[in-house]
């Protein structure tokens, strides 16, 4: 009987404590991207705030489980519910970060994606914010091109039947509908910057019309200002552009 009384207690004590570390995962994880953005951290502290709020979640979901086989041994209701929750919230606060770290896994260290390795579109109203940049402007070379063919083969130009006017009239408005900064429009090409929701990484995107047999021929290029690789975000771009461009001829 005492012992039952005593396990209810602890239920309850460690059912407090996953929802307290549950609570400050939460905040340490959420706050990471918004602290670096508002340059209150490094990049550096950013991450140690995710790695911190990743050790607290798993903290949680430890005491979580341990409240739950106490609330069944002594038949408590409310700490169960309480573990539970706990357990469901580490799942749905680390799902997002643990499949980016699998996707980066799974694709080449590059950061710099195009539709045309050999003559990839140049940054030219961008030079100046790129050189300040960790990552290089002029397009890396062979060794990314040949990365680039292995993992994403299906990256490569676009064809429209439509003039270049009109194609370059509609990639100016698919710029503006994908919620990047329009910096240069002009002669065929554009350049624009896109900017991640979360931490607010500046990649910058250069496309280029040119006149072709079927109309008109769409290259692009996509590459993040700092970091090693981009766990595939340029080439989602490229291909979420793309679709849009030919939604846009339905």
Wanted: hydrophobic content about 50%.
């Amino acid at each position: 009987m005492h012992s039952a009384r005593r396990s209810g207690r602890w239920s309850a004590v460690s059912a407090l404590l996953a929802l307290i570390l549950l609570g400050l995962a939460a905040l340490l994880m959420g706050a990471a991207g918004p602290a670096y953005r508002l340059e209150w951290f490094t990049l550096s502290g950013a991450f140690g705030m995710l790695r911190y709020g990743a050790y607290a979640a798993f903290a949680a979901a430890g005491l979580g489980l341990i409240t739950l086989v106490m609330a069944a041994f002594c038949r408590r209701g409310r700490p169960a519910l309480v573990g539970g929750l706990a357990l469901i919230g580490t799942m749905a606060l680390l799902i997002v970060p643990l499949m980016h770290l699998q996707q980066a896994r799974v694709v080449p260290p590059i950061h710099d994606i195009t539709t045309d390795t050999d003559d990839p579109p140049a940054f030219v109203a961008l030079v100046e914010v790129r050189e300040a940049a960790p990552n290089a402007v002029e397009y890396p070379g062979e060794s990314f091109a040949r990365q680039q063919r292995e993992a994403y083969p299906d990256i490569e130009a676009l064809e429209l039947p439509i003039s270049p006017d009109d194609a370059f009239e509609a990639a100016v408005a698919e710029v503006h509908a994908s919620g990047w900064e329009l910096i240069a429009a002009n002669n065929g090409r554009i350049e624009a910057v896109a900017t991640t929701t979360w931490f607010g990484f500046k990649d910058d995107v250069a496309i280029r019309l040119r006149e072709s047999e079927g109309g008109t021929r769409v290259d692009m290029r996509s590459a993040s200002r700092l970091g090693r690789s981009d766990a595939g975000a340029n080439a989602a771009r490229i291909r979420t552009f793309f679709e849009a461009l030919e939604r846009h001829q339905e």
